[in-house]
């Protein structure tokens, strides 16, 4: 369909075997395209949105998969939703990466990017994380928990969500910072703007500590670790479905407010 709209078209390696056309790494991919389209899940959508961070082409996630709430279309919306990008009759947004940086006895060890979320905790374990947390201008004290996760707006409907943390516009450029099953009650959600970061010291646990952007490990972390969240000045072009605003995949993905049924 692609190729009969003029397009030239670049598969990425995995879909090779079964296509038995040539394939190219999906980062090469990232720096050369002007549309990628993602077929799966929430989880195949973040794998294109990385590889087009800070990159011109813009993303159209189509839902193969189970709830697929970053996807804008379903598999039988498929030729629309294409044609609506190609046209240029889908609107385009851009949104606000997460930076994470961890120095490690005064010098930087790691440094990367996240479209959803930056995810300290135990790795591969259930213990509980101490942190020493700063927000705010401000050193906010202890927090012993099984994890804390710094998202962005976008973020904010993911692994945040099922914490307990609040919904974020899309298109608000702030940061939340959620802590997993923390051992206070009073441990509530922040939400920080633009501009402000969140700081965390590993204080220990009794598992190894690892940091992962948006669900994928990217560095293990020792005592004394700091690691520091803030939005980055990058961002990722994602296609808008303008039949699908955020408030209706609320409710028809996550059951937001319940349904008219049952109300």
Not at 113 to 129: E, F, I, M, P, R
Not at 191 to 217: H, T
Request: hydrophobic letters at 45%; proline letters at 4%; glycine letters at 12%.
């Amino acid at each position: 369909m692609l190729e009969s709209l003029g397009c030239e078209v670049r598969l990425d390696q995995p879909l090779t075997p079964s296509l038995k056309r040539p394939g190219h790494p999906l980062a090469t991919i990232g720096r050369w395209c002007d549309v990628l389209i993602s077929l799966g899940g929430d989880g195949t959508a973040l794998r294109g949105a990385n590889a087009l961070a800070g990159r011109r082409g813009a993303l159209l996630a189509i839902n193969l998969g189970g709830l697929g709430f970053l996807t804008v279309a379903e598999e039988e919306d498929l030729d629309r939703a294409v044609e609506g990008a190609l046209r240029g009759q889908w609107p385009v947004a851009e949104r606000r990466l997460v930076e994470a940086e961890v120095t490690r006895r005064g010098r930087r060890i790691f440094h990367g990017l996240a479209v959803n979320d930056a995810v300290l905790k135990a790795a591969g374990g259930y213990a509980a994380v101490r942190l020493r947390m700063s927000a705010l201008d401000t050193e906010l004290g202890d927090l012993v928990a099984d994890g804390l996760i710094v998202a962005s707006a976008a973020g904010s409907t993911a692994y945040s969500l099922s914490a307990g943390g609040p919904i974020l516009s899309h298109a608000l450029e702030a940061l939340v910072v959620t802590a997993v099953c923390p051992h206070a009650i009073a441990s509530r959600s922040l939400v920080l703007a633009s501009g402000e970061a969140c700081e965390a010291l590993v204080r220990g646990s009794f598992d190894p500590v690892a940091l992962y952007l948006d669900g994928q490990e990217s560095v293990r972390m020792v005592p004394n670790d700091q690691l520091r969240v803030t939005l980055a000045r990058a961002s990722v072009r994602l296609f808008q479905n303008p039949d699908q605003p955020l408030g209706r995949a609320l409710r028809a993905k996550l059951g937001w407010l319940g349904t008219e049924r049952r109300g």
